[in-house]
């Protein structure tokens, strides 16, 4: 059974950073795993794709985190993770990692909130 962990939220400033994580367990980033991507939820808003990663290579980012939200992977740990930067208010949400595996369902995290607020 696949399960994503997420990890990495809380409050910040505006202007402020952090780093989200997502840990694998039953399937391999970048193997089983061939997609992958964040999303968030706003309040009262429907969910929203982030990012999404194909192929371990290409991502693709929102207009509205391009040039602010980076991903990255350590294969060693099964973790992907969303660097955020110069957070903006408008990015408060529940932030949820998603894995698309070969021949079998989407996988969902159980989500991580990022307030940005002063």
């Known amino acids: 059974q696949v399960q994503l962990v997420e990890s990495g939220g809380g409050l910040v400033q505006p202007g402020g950073s952090l780093r989200l994580s997502c840990a694998a367990s039953g399937a391999v980033f970048d193997r089983e795993i061939y997609a992958w991507g964040w999303y968030r939820q706003a309040l009262g808003k429907p969910r929203e794709q982030v990012c999404l990663?194909?192929?371990?290579?290409?991502?693709n980012y929102g207009d509205s985190v391009k040039g602010r939200f980076t991903v990255s992977r350590d294969h060693a740990k099964n973790t992907v993770y969303l660097q955020m930067d110069d957070l903006k208010p408008e990015d408060t949400a529940v932030y949820f990692c998603?894995?698309?595996?070969?021949?079998?369902?989407?996988?969902w995290g159980q989500g991580t909130q990022v307030t940005v607020s002063s």
């Open positions: 990663t194909v192929s371990g290579d290409i991502t």
């Open positions: 998603k894995a698309q595996i070969a021949a079998s369902n989407d996988v």
